[in-house]
């Protein structure tokens, strides 16, 4: 186990709503109570449900950017059901392979240039 990565850590970590066009992203989805509790972290609030405050119904989104795999950033992809999920580059294509394995019913946008496994 690495040192310092279960147990008390300030730390910060963020999840964005973007409107515009019609559209709704919500960039990262942060982590919840369970994994906050496991990794001994402070969690003061649902991510998802923070949502509403501007309007925005998980279960509406239809687009998802995330930024990178950390857990405090793709955790609660569960609770965007019908969101196609973005990412560019190599995370695309890891991106891909955990979503897929752990949920079939995962959209996932594909950047170019990634090949099956």
Not at 57 to 75: E, Q, R, S
Request: glycine letters at 8%; charged letters at 25%.
């Amino acid at each position: 186990m690495i040192k310092g990565a279960f147990g008390p850590m300030p730390m910060d970590y963020f999840v964005w709503p973007a409107r515009g066009g019609g559209r709704i992203f919500v960039i990262d989805t942060g982590f919840n109570a369970e994994v906050a509790k496991q990794r001994r972290r402070n969690y003061l609030r649902c991510p998802v449900e923070t949502l509403a405050a501007f309007d925005i119904d998980a279960a509406h989104v239809k687009d998802v950017i995330l930024t990178h795999l950390h857990y405090d950033h793709a955790g609660n992809f569960d609770r965007f059901a019908h969101a196609r999920f973005h990412a560019s580059g190599a995370r695309a294509c890891l991106c891909d392979r955990a979503l897929h394995a752990l949920s079939s019913a995962v959209a996932f946008v594909r950047s170019r240039g990634c090949r099956e496994a």
